[in-house]
């Protein structure tokens, strides 16, 4: 079997240009020096996952709030008029490096960067046929949401006594802000 040599793993072991912008225990936001356009950067977990499916839920979710925080410093360095956030999530769907990653790509239009997808009308009964299947499967799946922490259960529970304590709930205070 041959082994194929990993990009992002070369950038955590100093063998690569690349330059390092943000890192922490499980998180890190590079900007490669071959890009779709200047100021793209890229954000990957520490340890080696090869797609998203592998990728445990809490690493994906330090990955987004990184992606989120780096398209944010995108936007306003490179004053750019939006971001594409890309996964290529296998080899199918465009995948060069088996490391899971995010690409922010910042835009600006009239920039000639051709990442529109045209869509294509799908017939009623595959669409009936595609939405039972994966209900399904999802449904084997469980739960969707990440468990809460004890210490935002219990800054909610404090947050809901104080708000009952002022005799005003949230529908009262947004209804008072309509002119």
């Known amino acids: 079997m041959r082994t194929m040599e990993?990009?992002?793993c070369d950038i955590l072991s100093g063998k690569s240009k690349t330059q390092l912008i943000y890192e922490d225990?499980?998180?890190?936001?590079?900007?490669?020096?071959?890009?779709?356009?200047?100021?793209?950067?890229?954000?990957?977990?520490?340890?080696?996952f090869t797609i998203l499916e592998?990728?445990?839920d809490e690493v994906v979710s330090q990955c987004m709030i990184a992606a989120g925080k780096a398209s944010q410093a995108v936007f306003e360095v490179f004053q750019a008029e939006?971001?594409?956030?890309?996964?290529?999530?296998?080899?199918?769907?465009?995948q060069k490096v088996p490391h899971f990653a995010i690409e922010i790509v910042?835009?600006?239009?009239g920039d000639?960067?051709?990442?529109?997808?045209q869509p294509?009308?799908?017939?009623p009964d595959d669409l009936d046929i595609t939405a039972h299947q994966l209900s399904e499967e999802v449904a084997k799946l469980g739960n969707f949401t990440a468990p809460k922490k004890k210490e935002e259960a219990k800054e909610k529970k404090k947050e809901e006594i104080v708000e009952k304590e002022k005799g005003?709930?949230?529908?009262?205070?947004?209804?008072?802000r309509i002119p």
């Open 82 to 94: 939006g971001t594409n956030i890309l996964i290529q999530n296998g080899l199918g769907a465009g």
């Open 112 to 117: 000639k960067l051709n990442l529109q997808w």
């Open 6 to 8: 990993c990009e992002y």
């Open 106 to 109: 910042p835009r600006r239009e």
């Open 54 to 56: 592998q990728v445990p």
């Open 168 to 176: 005003e709930n949230y529908l009262s205070k947004s209804l008072k």
């Open 120 to 123: 294509k009308e799908i017939s």
């Open 25 to 48: 225990d499980a998180v890190v936001v590079a900007a490669k020096d071959m890009a779709y356009t200047p100021g793209q950067i890229t954000v990957f977990p520490r340890k080696h």
